[in-house]
């Protein structure tokens, strides 16, 4: 079984913890994964895990920040994958027209230009909290958080801007489902950076089926309980005789008819309810574990993989993608269960 090793943020070694009872990671394409470790009571792991309050667990090449730790007969630790950092800083309400011009903006630019606010060059506040332009607050900036250079991307239909104030992994996440990409954070231990990266889609010839013996306990999911192709959302109506919010209808697709369905969006304004009203899709997912394939070997976050996927009379040979991956390891049984979704684009 593979060690935990325990770095604070300074990229120090703190221990390397061999008694474990089990690891179980959820990795994720474009979102924030999970972890969860249980660990054999001993002075040793107590006092340098719960004497800590900010550190890092690798497993491989598997990291998490430590979000929580429970301490009984066990100790179990709760951690999120590295990218959870970046929902630790905010951007507030912007408008790509202010900023870069009449010309739309592409993804790319606005969420490298959120990272940058965010981390390398977040600007200095003046006495009522308000950000002041062209400045940087050396107290809030990260020298070693590391921002990729741009590729370039296709520009935005319309302008992009946002009502209320947003996490910064959020933001992150809507760019990149707009780009076709994922995303993660490296501790790098090596170089003592946090690294940005984009993750890409790229295409997998290994065949995952019954019959080729790649695959076992082969699941398939389709949901349409929150799908809708149509939203309502609120804008604060600047020209009313009154200070009230107007509710506007957002239509996607083509559906008419008993097909035709609404939703209610929490978003304000209409380029938040595109990207809300995006996330209610009809999806198709496959869980599977694997035979004598390794994650990061054989396969990739982003992979798209042909799915031969049989039940019954059912039968569908689909190209998937792979959005995540569960791993379980324990000193007896260890598995690896990718997070299959159709992958139609």
């Not at 994964?33 to 491989?60: C, M, P, W």
């Not at 606005?110 to 390398?120: D, M, S």
């Not at 978003?267 to 574990?289: C, F, M, P, V």
């Not at 049989?310 to 791993?327: A, C, D, P, R």
Request: aromatic share 12%.
């Amino acid at each position: 079984m593979t060690d935990i090793r325990i770095y604070d943020f300074e990229f120090n070694l703190l221990c390397i913890m061999s008694n474990v009872v089990s690891s179980q990671w959820h990795i994720l394409y474009n979102e924030i994964g999970t972890y969860e470790g249980h660990f054999r009571i001993n002075d040793y792991i107590s006092n340098i895990i719960l004497a800590n309050k900010y550190i890092v667990l690798t497993q491989g090449d598997n990291q998490a920040i430590c979000t929580g730790k429970i301490a009984s007969d066990e100790l179990i630790v709760c951690g999120r994958t590295v990218n959870w950092i970046l929902s630790k800083r905010v951007r507030p309400p912007f408008k790509t027209k202010e900023i870069f011009g009449e010309e739309y903006t592409d993804p790319e630019t606005i969420l490298l230009y959120c990272l940058k606010k965010g981390f390398t060059e977040p600007p200095q506040t003046d006495e009522n909290g308000l950000e002041l332009p062209d400045t940087v607050d050396t107290d809030r900036k990260i020298d070693n958080f590391i921002i990729p250079e741009a590729i370039g991307s296709q520009p935005l239909t319309s302008h992009f801007w946002r009502i209320t104030a947003h996490e910064i992994s959020n933001l992150v996440i809507q760019m990149c489902e707009k780009l076709d990409r994922g995303h993660e954070v490296v501790f790098d231990i090596k170089n003592h950076n946090w690294q940005f990266n984009f993750l890409y889609p790229k295409n997998n010839n290994i065949l995952i089926s019954k019959e080729s013996k790649t695959t076992y306990d082969l699941s398939y999911t389709e949901d349409l309980l929150n799908f809708s192709e149509n939203g309502w959302y609120s804008e604060y109506d600047s020209e009313s005789d009154y200070d009230q919010n107007t509710w506007h209808l957002l239509k996607t697709g083509d559906s008419s008819g008993i097909y035709s369905w609404d939703s209610v969006l929490d978003a304000s304004g209409k380029s938040e309810a595109e990207d809300e009203l995006n996330k209610k899709r009809y999806t198709q997912t496959i869980e599977s574990k694997l035979r004598n394939l390794s994650f990061r070997k054989d396969y990739n976050l982003g992979d798209i993989i042909p799915v031969y996927a049989k039940f019954g009379s059912f039968e569908k040979l689909e190209k998937y993608k792979i959005t995540g991956v569960n791993i379980k390891i324990t000193p007896t049984d260890s598995y690896e269960e990718p997070i299959l979704t159709l992958y139609n684009k």
